[in-house]
Every structure is written in structure tokens, then in C-alpha cells.
């Protein structure tokens, strides 16, 4: 296969710029939640050990 026809998906001829700035848009959206939901259940974790934790 041919590098020319390897990419030969990536233009999409007048929206090209719609479909990609869509695609970016959706990439970091995904991006943001897998993050802040990490961060969320790190801090959740660390309250519930707190709070669990026994004082001997």
C-alpha cells in the first residue's frame, strides 16, 4: 500500500474542517472526564481510608 493511499481518508473536501474540529472536540472532551473522574475517585478513596481508618 501506497503512504498516499494510506492517508487518502484524511481530506474531506469543504468539511474537512468541521469533521476534524468535531473529532478533536470529542478527543479532548473524553480526555477531560478520564481525568477529572481519576481525580474524583482519588480523593474519594483517600476520604473513605480516613475515615475507615482505625485508631489503635
Known amino acids: 500500500m501506497d503512504f498516499v493511499e ?4 484524511l481530506p474531506y473536501g469543504k468539511n ?6 468535531s473529532y478533536l472536540s470529542v478527543f479532548i472532551v473524553i480526555a477531560v472526564l478520564f481525568i477529572r473522574t481519576r481525580s474524583i475517585r482519588k ?14
Open 6 to 9: 494510506y492517508f487518502s481518508f
Open 43 to 56: 480523593n474519594i478513596v483517600s476520604q473513605l481510608r480516613v475515615k475507615y481508618s482505625r485508631d489503635d
Open 16 to 21: 474537512a474542517f468541521y469533521i476534524w474540529f
